[in-house]
């Protein structure tokens, strides 16, 4: 199986530099046209690619603070500042603060190549009314999970995603992650395969996935990224404000995942 993954990615690589080439540039996500509330509007990325030294992510009016990353293998690390930390065994860790044009603040922690085993999700944050089954979000044998946990405005109780790179790549058809927070809410994460052409039409790439739709609870797209190239980012023009601000900070953390 994991061999069978290895390639799958290493095909997946060759696919998209082709794609990148054809294309001289990034090409835009194909994107669901009847499940997106409002008109679109998309952002390029800067500072995800180059020197990662003082790096700095950026698109439309959001930007992050400098970015702290890690890649100490095997030590232990203690993700977020919830009053129940979780301990867990990395190859590469992250974090970064970012400020909204009108004052909110945000704390972002990540971890990349996480164990199922070493992950408690939900500990610590009352989710046992949660509607989703956590446990279908990953299997108990996943060793190359992404977890990120998101602190708006000083609040101990964080907002989690967990996405199995595994899973996602090797069944992207299938595959659900989840960003859930306070109050029983949550957002739906699936991967996507097609690309416009030079010609606007849909090509979907023959193996894993070039990014993710955010979608709500009723399955209605807010945004997504594009994890080509530079990457890019989409939005709806009727998210509020505050919401689009964590969904901000979504898009950062999956751009600024290095490891796959």
Not at 15 to 31: E, N, V
Not at 38 to 60: A, H, Y
Not at 135 to 146: G, Q, V
Not at 203 to 226: C, K, N, P, R, Y
């Amino acid at each position: 199986m994991k061999n069978l993954i290895k390639i799958n990615n290493a095909l997946g690589i060759l696919t998209l530099s082709s794609i990148i080439i054809a294309s001289c540039g990034t090409p835009k996500l194909a994107l669901p046209g009847t499940d997106w509330t409002g008109d679109r509007e998309v952002f390029d990325v800067k500072g995800r690619q180059g020197i990662l030294i003082n790096q700095r992510l950026s698109f439309g009016q959001y930007t992050t603070q400098r970015v702290d990353r890690s890649w100490t293998k095997g030590s232990t690390w203690s993700i977020g500042v919830a009053k129940r930390t979780h301990h867990i065994r990395r190859k590469q860790t992250l974090r970064f603060a970012a400020e909204s044009p009108s004052g909110e603040f945000a704390d972002v922690y990540a971890a990349s190549q996480v164990q199922a085993k070493e992950l408690r999700v939900g500990e610590g944050n009352d989710l046992s009314s949660f509607t989703v089954d956590l446990s279908r979000l990953f299997s108990k044998s996943s060793n190359n999970l992404y977890y990120v946990q998101i602190y708006l405005d000083g609040s101990r109780q964080p907002w989690q995603m967990v996405l199995d790179n595994e899973v996602s790549q090797w069944k992207p058809g299938k595959y659900v992650g989840y960003l859930y927070g306070p109050n029983n809410r949550y957002y739906q994460l699936k991967p996507l395969r097609q690309f416009e052409n030079k010609n606007g039409k849909a090509v979907q790439i023959v193996m894993g996935h070039i990014g993710f739709e955010i979608m709500d609870e009723g399955g209605t797209g807010l945004a997504a990224v594009s994890t080509m190239d530079k990457g890019q980012v989409y939005f709806s023009k009727e998210v509020a404000t505050k919401e689009r601000f964590l969904l901000e900070n979504l898009c950062a953390a999956l751009l600024l995942q290095e490891q796959i």
